[in-house]
């Protein structure tokens, strides 16, 4: 089985499809931006929501 499609199964079997997972995903975004100060560098969480922000638009085309 090819990692693609083991990440689609994945995403399946947890969330029963992708645009779950983007919903999923964006509530993680939403609540990074409650941290509270100095839990981790700025560059840090701009990663995290870039990398989350990926998947999302990734999982809605």
């Known amino acids: 089985m090819e990692k ?6 994945w995403m399946e079997d ?3 499809s992708p645009e779950e997972l983007a919903k999923v ?3 993680a975004l ?3 931006f409650y941290l509270e ?4 560098d700025r560059k840090e969480v701009h990663e995290v929501v870039a990398a989350l ?3 999302v638009v990734g999982l809605r085309k």
């Open 53 to 55: 922000r990926g998947i």
């Open 25 to 27: 995903l964006d509530l």
């Open 14 to 16: 947890w969330y029963g």
């Open 37 to 40: 100060e100095d839990t981790f």
């Open 4 to 9: 693609v499609e083991i990440v689609w199964q």
């Open 30 to 32: 939403e609540m990074l």
